[in-house]
């Protein structure tokens, strides 16, 4: 190619240079950024936990509270999290903006409250986790309901031990 | 930390030149960088240059989980960077070992880099600059660029959420239980398990 036509062409496509930082940048509207949990509608249910490729997200128990933790630094955005979330509650936004000298800054906690087995005393499982199950199995009573997985698989051991008529728990 | 980044921010007002340190990426974070240089992002035009050697750097662009084996040479490099000198942790791997954050051959990040620095070589963390992505779009990278020479202020921030309520909750709870009844469990359970 000769110089002129090269010269031509440059001046044809002319500045591709983008000005970014000094203006913003345009981002299509599917593009995976940050992840943010709506803390309000969250149930602490854990799936996006275990859908997490790099535990980026982690469900752990403090007490009488469950802690979602989601660390920025290690999410990867792929979209697992917001694909299996049954409420919608954790969405990828379209920032990207997320560089920042604080490490403090990079994480989200949302601490849910517990409900304590009504036997056993354990914290078990969130307030809203179980109103949410009820909706989806509302065939579990009364009582039952209220007790932890472990008193949950005793319960019926007991009432053919004790004779019960199953409502007693 | 953040106090440290904004004392180097007094002292390099000039151009920024930057090594790139692999420190057992993936390639994509390096391929990003090299695209940051490419005419479309061109970060020469801000004065950010890529240099050969640590001894001539200001910055250091790290990527990657820090394998075990490369961990003496990474030192070496930050430790050959001369002062005042920032990092910059680019991807989830550099930010926090990203999906190999808890395997057998990896430091896992510069937390833990750090950390490491500090018990076994007695050298302070640098200060540094998180960029997260996997990799980290361009653009990302220069707004990175950009918090660390002081040109734009982070809007990252920290997320609590703290449920309220506590007693009345269960209430309110039983309550919808009792409305969503429809089944109800008044069978006898058999005692005669063994006859019959
Ligand atoms: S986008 Fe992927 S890596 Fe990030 S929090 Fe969701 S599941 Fe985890
Ligand atoms: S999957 Fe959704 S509802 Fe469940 S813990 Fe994660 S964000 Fe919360
Ligand atoms: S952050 Fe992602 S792209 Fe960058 S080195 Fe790690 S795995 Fe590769």
Redesign the pocket.
């Known amino acids: 190619m000769g110089r002129i036509k090269l010269m031509g062409l440059a001046v044809s496509i002319g500045k591709v240079t983008e000005r970014y930082p000094f203006a913003p940048v345009e981002v299509p509207d599917d593009y995976?950024g940050k992840?943010v949990i709506d803390p309000g509608i969250c149930t602490g249910c854990g799936a996006?936990a275990s859908?997490?490729?790099?535990q980026?997200?982690q469900v752990k128990e403090e007490g009488e509270f469950r802690v979602v933790h989601?660390f920025l630094g290690?999410?990867?955005?792929?979209?697992?999290?917001?694909d299996v979330c049954p409420e919608g509650a954790?969405r990828?936004t379209t920032e990207f903006e997320l560089a920042t000298p604080n490490h403090d800054d990079l994480h989200q906690f949302v601490r849910l409250r517990m409900v304590r087995c009504v036997r056993c005393g354990r914290p078990f499982d969130t307030y809203r986790h179980l109103v949410r199950s009820l909706r989806e199995v509302p065939f579990i009573e009364g009582e039952r309901l209220l007790l932890c997985p472990e008193c949950r698989a005793k319960a019926p051991l007991d009432w053919l031990e004790g004779g019960g008529d199953g409502n007693e728990g | 930390m953040e106090t440290r980044v904004e004392d180097y921010r007094k002292l390099v007002k000039r151009s920024l030149w930057v090594f790139h340190l692999n420190s057992g990426s993936c390639n994509g974070c390096d391929i990003e960088i090299l695209n940051v240089f490419a005419p479309r992002n061109d970060v020469e035009r801000l004065g950010i240059k890529l240099v050969g050697s640590p001894r001539h750097a200001d910055a250091i662009a790290l990527t990657g989980p820090v394998t075990r084996e490369c961990l003496p040479k990474v030192v070496d490099a930050i430790k050959a960077v001369p002062e005042p000198k920032i990092v910059l942790a680019i991807g989830a791997c550099a930010c926090g070992g990203g999906i190999w954050y808890d395997t057998y051959s990896v430091v896992g990040g510069v937390k833990e880099l750090y950390r490491i620095m500090k018990e076994e070589y007695g050298m302070e963390a640098p200060p540094t600059v998180f960029i997260p992505g996997c990799p980290p779009k361009p653009e990302a990278i220069i707004y990175g660029v950009a918090v660390a020479k002081g040109m734009i202020e982070p809007k990252q921030r920290r997320m609590v959420y703290v449920e309220e309520g506590g007693g009345d909750e269960l209430a309110r709870m039983l309550e919808e239980v009792n409305g969503l009844r429809h089944f109800s469990a008044g069978f006898k359970v058999r005692r005669d398990v063994n006859g019959t």
């Open positions: 995976r992840p996006c859908a997490c490729p790099p980026a997200i989601l290690r999410c990867i955005f792929c979209g697992r999290c917001q954790i990828l």
